[in-house]
């Protein structure tokens, strides 16, 4: 299983980027996704999370609203649109999978997990 996310990069307050994350290697009929991030010197927290048939989507409260996941099944890719951002969303983005067809908001229920893409967002 392969996932290589993109998209990250240095953005001003408010302003918007879009994450992606290529998926590989699995079926991802019976899979979930998930985004998450981790600061520096912080713990890796939960972003959103995706059923892949996009029947089910829940965010954690802090990006609720300004972010929205999706999903484009013919090319397996899983995207973040993230949209008045601020300098506290300022992490390093992950792409989860989990090998069963129920979102979670828990790192250690995802299998697989991509290298992660940077976002900095300045004041």
């Known amino acids: 299983v392969q996932l290589v996310e993109s998209g990250g990069g240095l953005v001003q307050a408010g302003g918007s980027l879009r994450l992606s994350c290529a998926a590989s290697?699995?079926?991802?009929?019976?899979?979930?996704m998930g985004w998450f991030r981790q600061a520096p010197g912080k713990e890796r927290e939960f972003v959103s999370a995706r059923t892949w048939d996009g029947g089910r989507t829940i965010y954690a409260d802090s990006v609720k609203g300004r972010f929205t996941i999706s999903g484009d099944n013919a090319k397996k890719t899983v995207s973040l649109q993230m949209n008045s951002l601020k300098p506290e969303d300022t992490a390093v983005y992950y792409c989860?999978?989990?090998?069963?067809?129920?979102?979670?908001?828990?790192?250690?229920?995802?299998?697989?997990w991509g290298q992660g893409t940077l976002v900095t967002v300045s004041s």
């Open positions: 989860a999978a989990r090998r069963y067809p129920a979102t979670s908001s828990r790192p250690g229920e995802y299998d697989y």
């Open positions: 290697g699995m079926p991802f009929s019976s899979a979930a």
